[in-house]
Protein backbone atom coordinates (compact mmCIF):
# COMPACT_ATOMS: atom_id res chain seq x y z
CA UNK A 1 0.00 0.00 0.00
CA UNK A 2 2.69 2.41 0.89
CA UNK A 3 4.70 1.29 -2.15
CA UNK A 4 1.44 2.04 -4.53
CA UNK A 5 1.42 5.61 -2.58
CA UNK A 6 4.99 6.96 -3.19
CA UNK A 7 4.84 5.51 -7.27
CA UNK A 8 1.52 7.17 -7.47
CA UNK A 9 3.04 10.57 -5.82
CA UNK A 10 6.05 9.94 -8.13
CA UNK A 11 4.59 10.49 -11.10
CA UNK A 12 4.09 14.19 -10.23
CA UNK A 13 7.43 14.92 -9.32
CA UNK A 14 10.68 15.80 -10.76
CA UNK A 15 13.95 16.19 -9.86
CA UNK A 16 14.84 16.43 -5.96
CA UNK A 17 11.62 15.34 -5.35
CA UNK A 18 12.17 11.90 -7.37
CA UNK A 19 15.02 11.30 -5.65
CA UNK A 20 13.30 11.69 -2.66
CA UNK A 21 10.69 9.14 -3.86
CA UNK A 22 13.56 6.77 -4.46
CA UNK A 23 15.24 7.21 -1.37
CA UNK A 24 12.01 7.02 0.87
CA UNK A 25 11.09 4.06 -1.23
CA UNK A 26 14.77 2.50 -0.46
CA UNK A 27 14.46 3.67 3.25
CA UNK A 28 11.24 1.81 3.95
CA UNK A 29 12.77 -1.41 2.68
CA UNK A 30 16.51 -1.12 4.23
CA UNK A 31 15.83 0.53 7.49
CA UNK A 32 15.17 -2.54 9.30
CA UNK A 33 17.41 -5.16 7.63
CA UNK A 34 20.54 -2.56 8.51
CA UNK A 35 19.01 -2.37 11.69
CA UNK A 36 19.66 -5.84 12.33
CA UNK A 37 23.31 -6.03 10.66
CA UNK A 38 24.53 -2.80 12.92
CA UNK A 39 22.74 -4.87 16.12
CA UNK A 40 24.88 -7.65 15.39
CA UNK A 41 27.73 -5.95 14.63
CA UNK A 42 27.57 -3.68 17.90
CA UNK A 43 25.23 -5.59 20.07
CA UNK A 44 23.92 -2.07 21.23
CA UNK A 45 20.53 -0.42 20.41
CA UNK A 46 22.12 3.18 20.23
CA UNK A 47 25.03 2.44 18.30
CA UNK A 48 23.15 0.37 16.14
CA UNK A 49 20.61 3.24 15.68
CA UNK A 50 23.86 6.10 15.43
CA UNK A 51 25.49 3.94 12.60
CA UNK A 52 22.33 2.75 10.76
CA UNK A 53 20.60 7.05 11.05
CA UNK A 54 24.44 8.12 9.75
CA UNK A 55 24.51 5.92 6.89
CA UNK A 56 21.27 7.15 5.19
CA UNK A 57 21.91 10.74 5.57
CA UNK A 58 25.22 9.61 3.81
CA UNK A 59 23.31 7.70 1.12
CA UNK A 60 20.98 10.88 0.43
CA UNK A 61 23.80 12.77 0.51
CA UNK A 62 25.08 10.43 -2.66
CA UNK A 63 22.30 9.47 -4.11
CA UNK A 64 22.89 10.55 -7.30
CA UNK A 65 25.99 9.14 -7.64
CA UNK A 66 25.83 6.00 -6.20
CA UNK A 67 24.68 2.67 -8.62
CA UNK A 68 24.19 0.32 -5.93
CA UNK A 69 22.87 2.08 -2.86
CA UNK A 70 22.09 -1.27 -1.07
CA UNK A 71 25.63 -1.80 -0.92
CA UNK A 72 26.85 1.86 -0.81
CA UNK A 73 24.22 1.64 2.64
CA UNK A 74 25.79 -2.04 3.64
CA UNK A 75 28.92 -0.41 3.72
CA UNK A 76 28.35 2.66 5.12
CA UNK A 77 26.94 0.64 8.13
CA UNK A 78 30.17 -1.69 8.41
CA UNK A 79 32.39 1.15 8.14
CA UNK A 80 30.98 3.31 10.88
CA UNK A 81 30.30 -0.05 13.56
CA UNK A 82 33.79 -0.98 13.00
CA UNK A 83 34.79 2.88 13.44
CA UNK A 84 32.88 2.51 17.21
CA UNK A 85 35.68 -0.02 17.51
CA UNK A 86 38.23 1.24 16.36
CA UNK A 87 40.09 3.89 18.59
CA UNK A 88 42.37 1.82 20.91
CA UNK A 89 41.88 -1.81 22.31
CA UNK A 90 41.14 -0.55 25.70
CA UNK A 91 38.74 1.85 24.59
CA UNK A 92 37.01 -1.25 22.61
CA UNK A 93 37.10 -3.51 25.62
CA UNK A 94 35.56 -0.98 27.87
CA UNK A 95 32.66 -0.30 24.71
CA UNK A 96 32.05 -3.92 24.72
CA UNK A 97 31.39 -4.26 28.43
CA UNK A 98 28.99 -1.38 27.88
CA UNK A 99 26.98 -2.83 25.33
CA UNK A 100 27.44 -6.01 26.69
CA UNK A 101 25.20 -4.20 30.14
CA UNK A 102 23.07 -1.80 27.81
CA UNK A 103 22.14 -4.71 25.18
CA UNK A 104 18.54 -4.87 24.09
CA UNK A 105 17.47 -7.90 25.96
CA UNK A 106 18.35 -9.37 29.38
CA UNK A 107 18.26 -12.80 28.06
CA UNK A 108 21.34 -14.47 27.79
CA UNK A 109 22.39 -14.87 23.83
CA UNK A 110 25.70 -16.98 23.55
CA UNK A 111 25.90 -15.94 20.39
CA UNK A 112 26.40 -12.41 20.30
CA UNK A 113 27.97 -12.85 23.24
CA UNK A 114 30.54 -15.06 21.72
CA UNK A 115 30.71 -12.34 18.67
CA UNK A 116 32.17 -9.66 21.17
CA UNK A 117 34.91 -11.35 22.22
CA UNK A 118 36.33 -11.22 18.55
CA UNK A 119 38.32 -8.30 17.02
CA UNK A 120 35.93 -6.25 14.49
CA UNK A 121 37.05 -7.56 11.55
CA UNK A 122 36.55 -10.97 12.32
CA UNK A 123 33.23 -10.18 13.92
CA UNK A 124 32.28 -8.32 10.53
CA UNK A 125 33.26 -11.36 8.30
CA UNK A 126 31.61 -13.80 10.36
CA UNK A 127 28.60 -11.87 10.59
CA UNK A 128 28.41 -11.02 6.78
CA UNK A 129 29.03 -14.47 6.10
CA UNK A 130 26.50 -16.42 8.53
CA UNK A 131 23.93 -13.57 8.44
CA UNK A 132 23.98 -11.75 5.47
CA UNK A 133 25.38 -15.06 3.58
CA UNK A 134 27.81 -13.11 1.03
CA UNK A 135 30.38 -14.98 -0.62
CA UNK A 136 34.11 -13.43 0.51
CA UNK A 137 34.13 -11.33 -3.08
CA UNK A 138 31.42 -9.37 -1.72
CA UNK A 139 33.36 -9.32 1.75
CA UNK A 140 36.08 -8.04 0.51
CA UNK A 141 34.66 -5.09 -1.35
CA UNK A 142 32.07 -4.04 1.60
CA UNK A 143 35.50 -4.19 4.06
CA UNK A 144 37.59 -3.84 1.23
CA UNK A 145 40.08 -6.14 1.62
CA UNK A 146 41.39 -9.06 -0.20
CA UNK A 147 38.88 -12.18 -0.87
CA UNK A 148 42.09 -14.01 0.68
CA UNK A 149 42.15 -11.73 3.61
CA UNK A 150 38.00 -12.34 4.08
CA UNK A 151 39.14 -16.17 3.88
CA UNK A 152 41.84 -16.39 6.64
CA UNK A 153 40.23 -13.67 8.42
CA UNK A 154 37.35 -16.18 8.65
CA UNK A 155 39.58 -19.18 9.03
CA UNK A 156 40.64 -17.67 12.75
CA UNK A 157 37.41 -15.93 13.47
CA UNK A 158 35.75 -19.84 13.42
CA UNK A 159 38.91 -21.11 15.19
CA UNK A 160 38.43 -18.47 17.96
CA UNK A 161 34.64 -19.11 18.29
CA UNK A 162 34.52 -22.85 18.61
CA UNK A 163 37.24 -22.59 21.36
CA UNK A 164 34.36 -20.24 23.03
CA UNK A 165 31.39 -22.12 21.83
CA UNK A 166 32.47 -25.39 22.50
CA UNK B 1 28.36 -29.38 4.21
CA UNK B 2 28.41 -26.82 6.99
CA UNK B 3 29.64 -28.04 10.33
CA UNK B 4 27.87 -27.86 13.48
CA UNK B 5 29.31 -24.71 14.28
CA UNK B 6 28.47 -23.17 11.48
CA UNK B 7 24.81 -23.62 11.36
CA UNK B 8 24.54 -22.85 15.27
CA UNK B 9 25.98 -19.56 13.59
CA UNK B 10 23.01 -19.40 10.84
CA UNK B 11 20.82 -19.96 13.20
CA UNK B 12 22.16 -17.82 15.81
CA UNK B 13 22.51 -14.80 14.36
CA UNK B 14 19.10 -15.19 12.66
CA UNK B 15 17.56 -15.39 16.12
CA UNK B 16 19.84 -13.01 17.70
CA UNK B 17 19.43 -10.20 14.52
CA UNK B 18 15.76 -10.16 15.71
CA UNK B 19 16.81 -8.35 19.39
CA UNK B 20 17.30 -5.24 17.05
CA UNK B 21 15.58 -2.21 17.82
CA UNK B 22 13.58 -0.82 15.24
CA UNK B 23 14.52 1.85 14.15
CA UNK B 24 13.57 5.46 15.71
CA UNK B 25 14.05 7.58 12.34
CA UNK B 26 11.34 8.95 9.89
CA UNK B 27 12.11 9.28 6.40
CA UNK B 28 11.82 13.22 6.39
CA UNK B 29 14.34 13.73 9.24
CA UNK B 30 16.94 12.21 7.19
CA UNK B 31 15.59 14.42 4.12
CA UNK B 32 15.82 17.41 6.65
CA UNK B 33 19.54 16.94 7.97
CA UNK B 34 20.61 16.23 4.23
CA UNK B 35 18.69 19.85 3.32
CA UNK B 36 20.46 22.03 6.26
CA UNK B 37 23.94 20.73 5.33
CA UNK B 38 22.94 21.51 1.66
CA UNK B 39 22.20 24.41 2.35
CA UNK B 40 25.26 25.35 4.76
CA UNK B 41 27.44 24.41 1.75
CA UNK B 42 25.18 26.33 -0.54
CA UNK B 43 26.42 29.41 1.49
CA UNK B 44 29.91 28.63 1.28
CA UNK B 45 29.80 27.97 -2.15
CA UNK B 46 28.10 31.70 -2.75
CA UNK B 47 30.58 33.59 -1.19
CA UNK B 48 33.23 31.85 -2.83
CA UNK B 49 31.04 32.42 -5.85
CA UNK B 50 31.42 36.30 -5.34
CA UNK B 51 35.25 36.06 -4.37
CA UNK B 52 35.40 33.75 -7.81
CA UNK B 53 33.59 36.77 -9.93
CA UNK B 54 35.34 39.60 -8.08
CA UNK B 55 38.98 38.15 -9.81
CA UNK B 56 37.77 38.59 -13.42
CA UNK B 57 37.03 36.07 -16.19
CA UNK B 58 41.01 37.21 -17.09
CA UNK B 59 42.57 36.23 -14.29
CA UNK B 60 40.83 32.66 -14.36
CA UNK B 61 42.36 32.73 -18.06
CA UNK B 62 45.17 33.32 -16.82
CA UNK B 63 45.22 30.75 -14.64
CA UNK B 64 44.13 28.12 -17.13
CA UNK B 65 47.00 28.90 -19.37
CA UNK B 66 49.77 28.72 -16.94
CA UNK B 67 48.54 25.47 -15.99
CA UNK B 68 48.26 24.47 -19.45
CA UNK B 69 51.98 25.28 -19.56
CA UNK B 70 52.39 23.08 -16.01
CA UNK B 71 54.96 20.51 -16.94
CA UNK B 72 53.78 18.28 -14.47
CA UNK B 73 49.81 18.39 -14.74
CA UNK B 74 48.43 15.74 -17.06
CA UNK B 75 47.86 15.21 -20.22
CA UNK B 76 44.13 14.18 -19.73
CA UNK B 77 41.52 17.12 -20.25
CA UNK B 78 39.08 15.26 -18.10
CA UNK B 79 42.10 14.92 -15.30
CA UNK B 80 41.76 17.99 -12.82
CA UNK B 81 43.91 18.38 -9.74
CA UNK B 82 42.42 17.56 -6.22
CA UNK B 83 45.12 20.02 -4.45
CA UNK B 84 46.56 19.06 -0.93
CA UNK B 85 47.78 21.51 1.69
CA UNK B 86 50.32 21.11 4.12
CA UNK B 87 48.94 22.27 7.44
CA UNK B 88 50.92 24.20 10.27
CA UNK B 89 52.14 21.85 13.16
CA UNK B 90 49.72 23.99 15.59
CA UNK B 91 46.98 21.98 13.06
CA UNK B 92 47.30 18.65 15.19
CA UNK B 93 46.00 18.82 18.92
CA UNK B 94 45.85 15.11 19.82
CA UNK B 95 44.87 14.50 23.51
CA UNK B 96 46.92 11.79 23.99
CA UNK B 97 51.43 11.57 23.56
CA UNK B 98 52.29 12.17 20.38
CA UNK B 99 55.36 11.44 18.59
CA UNK B 100 57.04 14.66 17.08
CA UNK B 101 56.48 14.08 13.05
CA UNK B 102 52.94 14.30 13.00
CA UNK B 103 51.61 15.62 9.37
CA UNK B 104 48.39 17.20 9.00
CA UNK B 105 46.78 17.99 5.42
CA UNK B 106 43.92 19.85 4.18
CA UNK B 107 42.20 17.97 0.92
CA UNK B 108 40.63 19.50 -1.88
CA UNK B 109 36.71 19.17 -0.13
CA UNK B 110 38.09 21.54 3.13
CA UNK B 111 38.62 18.28 5.39
CA UNK B 112 41.82 17.45 7.11
CA UNK B 113 43.58 14.40 7.68
CA UNK B 114 46.31 14.06 10.31
CA UNK B 115 48.72 11.12 10.61
CA UNK B 116 51.12 10.33 13.48
CA UNK B 117 52.55 7.97 15.74
CA UNK B 118 50.77 7.91 19.08
CA UNK B 119 51.11 6.40 22.56
CA UNK B 120 48.40 4.47 23.65
CA UNK B 121 47.07 2.14 26.71
CA UNK B 122 47.03 -1.51 24.94
CA UNK B 123 45.49 -4.47 26.66
CA UNK B 124 47.78 -5.22 29.61
CA UNK B 125 50.37 -2.80 28.75
CA UNK B 126 51.13 0.32 27.03
CA UNK B 127 51.97 0.84 23.27
CA UNK B 128 52.76 2.91 20.00
CA UNK B 129 50.61 3.20 17.42
CA UNK B 130 50.40 4.62 13.73
CA UNK B 131 47.09 6.67 13.47
CA UNK B 132 44.94 8.16 10.65
CA UNK B 133 42.39 10.32 11.49
CA UNK B 134 39.82 11.80 9.00
CA UNK B 135 36.62 13.83 9.64
CA UNK B 136 34.77 11.41 12.21
CA UNK B 137 37.03 8.39 11.62
CA UNK B 138 40.49 7.49 13.53
CA UNK B 139 42.30 4.28 12.52
CA UNK B 140 45.25 2.83 14.24
CA UNK B 141 47.95 0.39 13.55
CA UNK B 142 49.58 -1.24 16.95
CA UNK B 143 53.62 -1.17 16.23
CA UNK B 144 56.26 -3.04 17.88
CA UNK B 145 57.38 -1.03 20.95
CA UNK B 146 60.93 -1.55 20.98
CA UNK B 147 61.64 0.03 17.01
CA UNK B 148 61.80 3.74 16.20
CA UNK B 149 58.54 3.80 13.98
CA UNK B 150 58.43 6.22 11.14
CA UNK B 151 55.23 8.10 10.22
CA UNK B 152 54.66 6.01 7.21
CA UNK B 153 55.83 2.69 8.36
CA UNK B 154 54.35 0.73 5.27
CA UNK B 155 53.21 1.57 2.15
CA UNK B 156 49.60 1.45 2.50
CA UNK B 157 45.90 2.64 0.57
CA UNK B 158 42.82 3.38 2.88
CA UNK B 159 40.29 5.35 3.17
CA UNK B 160 36.38 5.62 4.02
CA UNK B 161 33.32 5.71 1.73
CA UNK B 162 34.35 9.44 1.27
CA UNK B 163 38.26 9.16 1.10
CA UNK B 164 40.76 7.19 -0.62
CA UNK B 165 44.19 7.88 0.32
CA UNK B 166 48.20 6.36 -0.45
CA UNK B 167 50.53 6.62 1.96
CA UNK B 168 54.17 5.69 1.26
CA UNK B 169 54.32 6.94 -2.39
CA UNK B 170 57.36 6.65 -3.74
CA UNK B 171 59.52 9.37 -3.19
CA UNK B 172 60.45 10.45 -6.92
CA UNK B 173 56.90 10.40 -7.63
CA UNK B 174 55.51 14.08 -8.32
CA UNK B 175 52.28 13.10 -9.37
CA UNK B 176 49.32 10.64 -8.60
CA UNK B 177 46.55 10.05 -10.37
CA UNK B 178 43.61 8.89 -8.71
CA UNK B 179 40.55 6.71 -10.97
CA UNK B 180 37.64 5.92 -8.98
CA UNK B 181 35.64 3.13 -10.28
CA UNK B 182 33.15 5.39 -11.23
CA UNK B 183 33.79 8.88 -11.66
CA UNK B 184 36.62 11.41 -13.40
CA UNK B 185 40.20 11.45 -12.62
CA UNK B 186 41.91 13.84 -10.11
CA UNK B 187 45.70 14.41 -9.70
CA UNK B 188 47.85 15.57 -7.44
CA UNK B 189 51.20 16.30 -6.13
CA UNK B 190 52.15 14.48 -2.97
CA UNK B 191 53.29 15.59 0.16
CA UNK B 192 55.37 13.67 2.21
CA UNK B 193 54.60 10.73 0.52
CA UNK B 194 50.95 10.57 0.64
CA UNK B 195 48.18 11.52 -1.45
CA UNK B 196 44.43 11.58 -0.40
CA UNK B 197 41.28 12.52 -2.32
CA UNK B 198 37.82 13.60 -1.16
CA UNK B 199 35.32 10.62 -2.85
CA UNK B 200 32.15 10.08 -4.01
CA UNK B 201 31.98 6.64 -3.63
CA UNK B 202 34.99 4.48 -2.69
CA UNK B 203 35.47 1.45 -4.62
CA UNK B 204 37.90 -1.30 -4.39
CA UNK B 205 38.71 -0.81 -7.77
CA UNK B 206 39.52 2.46 -7.62
CA UNK B 207 43.13 2.72 -9.23
CA UNK B 208 46.43 4.96 -8.06
CA UNK B 209 48.74 5.91 -10.14
CA UNK B 210 52.55 7.65 -9.20
CA UNK B 211 54.38 9.33 -12.27
CA UNK B 212 57.71 10.63 -11.77
CA UNK B 213 58.48 14.33 -12.61
CA UNK B 214 59.28 13.40 -16.49
CA UNK B 215 55.57 11.88 -16.65
CA UNK B 216 56.60 8.01 -16.42
CA UNK B 217 54.54 5.62 -14.95
CA UNK B 218 56.34 4.32 -11.60
CA UNK B 219 53.36 2.41 -9.64
CA UNK B 220 49.62 1.53 -10.36
CA UNK B 221 48.35 0.17 -7.82
CA UNK B 222 44.49 -1.23 -6.41
CA UNK B 223 43.58 -1.90 -3.30
CA UNK B 224 44.51 -5.45 -3.91
CA UNK B 225 47.15 -5.39 -6.31
CA UNK B 226 50.02 -3.48 -6.60
CA UNK B 227 51.91 -3.30 -10.24
CA UNK B 228 55.58 -1.97 -10.91
CA UNK B 229 55.46 -0.80 -14.22
CA UNK B 230 59.15 0.33 -15.11
CA UNK B 231 62.34 -0.17 -13.17
CA UNK B 232 63.55 1.69 -10.64
CA UNK B 233 64.39 2.19 -7.13
CA UNK B 234 60.78 2.00 -6.21
CA UNK B 235 59.98 -0.69 -3.56
CA UNK B 236 57.07 -3.38 -5.06
CA UNK B 237 56.97 -5.00 -1.17
CA UNK B 238 53.44 -5.70 -0.91
CA UNK B 239 51.08 -3.56 0.09
CA UNK B 240 48.27 -3.93 2.85
CA UNK B 241 45.32 -2.10 3.35
CA UNK B 242 44.51 -0.04 5.49
CA UNK B 243 40.95 0.41 5.94
CA UNK B 244 40.45 -0.06 9.65
CA UNK B 245 40.96 -2.81 12.11
CA UNK B 246 44.27 -2.71 14.17
CA UNK B 247 43.22 -5.96 15.81
CA UNK B 248 44.49 -8.81 13.70
CA UNK B 249 47.88 -6.45 13.01
CA UNK B 250 48.37 -6.20 16.16
CA UNK B 251 48.11 -9.75 16.68
CA UNK B 252 50.79 -10.15 14.11
CA UNK B 253 53.06 -7.76 16.08
CA UNK B 254 52.33 -9.61 19.45
CA UNK B 255 50.94 -12.59 18.87
CA UNK B 256 48.44 -13.88 21.53
CA UNK B 257 47.19 -10.74 23.46
CA UNK B 258 46.45 -11.38 27.29
CA UNK B 259 43.44 -9.38 27.88
CA UNK B 260 43.01 -11.31 31.50
CA UNK B 261 44.91 -8.02 33.13
CA UNK B 262 41.63 -5.70 31.56
CA UNK B 263 39.04 -8.63 31.47
CA UNK B 264 37.56 -7.87 34.96
CA UNK B 265 38.03 -3.59 35.36
CA UNK B 266 34.82 -1.66 35.56
CA UNK B 267 34.78 1.92 33.91
CA UNK B 268 36.64 3.78 36.64
CA UNK B 269 39.29 1.21 36.85
CA UNK B 270 39.73 1.18 33.27
CA UNK B 271 39.74 4.79 33.64
CA UNK B 272 42.09 5.31 35.97
CA UNK B 273 44.44 2.95 34.06
CA UNK B 274 44.53 4.70 30.77
CA UNK B 275 44.70 8.21 32.75
CA UNK B 276 47.77 6.46 34.64
CA UNK B 277 49.06 5.28 31.77
CA UNK B 278 48.97 8.45 29.66
CA UNK B 279 50.14 10.47 32.67
CA UNK B 280 53.30 8.26 32.76
CA UNK B 281 54.23 9.06 29.00
CA UNK B 282 53.60 12.76 29.15
CA UNK B 283 55.64 12.54 32.42
CA UNK B 284 58.85 10.46 30.44
CA UNK B 285 58.85 12.98 27.70
CA UNK B 286 58.62 16.08 29.67
CA UNK B 287 61.51 14.74 32.08
CA UNK B 288 63.64 13.09 28.63
CA UNK B 289 62.20 15.16 25.70
CA UNK B 290 60.86 14.07 22.47
CA UNK B 291 63.94 12.22 21.19
CA UNK B 292 63.43 9.81 24.65
CA UNK B 293 60.20 8.83 22.36
CA UNK B 294 60.80 4.97 22.05
CA UNK B 295 62.67 4.43 25.26
CA UNK B 296 59.46 6.44 26.73
CA UNK B 297 56.88 3.95 25.80
CA UNK B 298 59.24 0.87 26.91
CA UNK B 299 59.26 2.43 30.22
CA UNK B 300 55.76 3.12 30.33
CA UNK B 301 54.55 -0.29 29.21
CA UNK B 302 56.41 -1.72 32.03
CA UNK B 303 55.15 0.74 34.42
CA UNK B 304 51.38 0.22 33.04
CA UNK B 305 52.01 -3.79 33.38
CA UNK B 306 53.01 -3.34 36.95
CA UNK B 307 50.13 -0.38 37.65
CA UNK B 308 47.71 -3.15 36.06
CA UNK B 309 48.66 -5.91 38.45
CA UNK B 310 48.88 -3.58 41.51
CA UNK B 311 45.10 -2.85 40.89
CA UNK B 312 43.30 -6.47 39.72
CA UNK B 313 39.73 -6.18 41.53
CA UNK B 314 39.61 -8.35 44.50
CA UNK B 315 38.78 -12.27 44.28
CA UNK B 316 39.37 -11.52 40.54
Not at chain 1, 50 to 79: C, G, H, T
Not at chain 2, 71 to 97: C, F, G, K, M, Q
Request: charged residues 20%.
Amino acid sequence: MMQNAITAAAAELTGDDIVHVEFARFFATAKQPMMRLAFLLTASPQQSEDAVQDSFIRVLEKWSQINDPASYMRRAVVNRCMSWHRHTAVVRRTQSQVATADSYTDQPDEILDALLHLPQRRRAVVVLTYYEHLDTDAIGAVLGISTATVRSTLHRALAQLKGILG
Amino acid sequence: MKTTLEERLSEGLARSATKAPALILAVGEVSTHVARRRRRRSNLRGALAVITIAAGVGGLLAIRATRTGDASAPTSATNVESPLRHLPDATIRYSTPTKPGAIALELADGQHITFAITGSPFYDGYSQQSTIQYDTYATGRAQADNVDVPLIPEPALGGTETLAYWTGVPATATRVEYIPAAGKSVWQTPIAGITAFPTAAHNPNDTFIAYDNDGNELIRTTWATTHLVSSGNVDNGPMHFDYSSLSDPAVDVYGPIDVTKIADLDRAATEGYTTFANATMFGCLAANGDAAWTNCIGTTDAAVKTYLLDHQPTGS
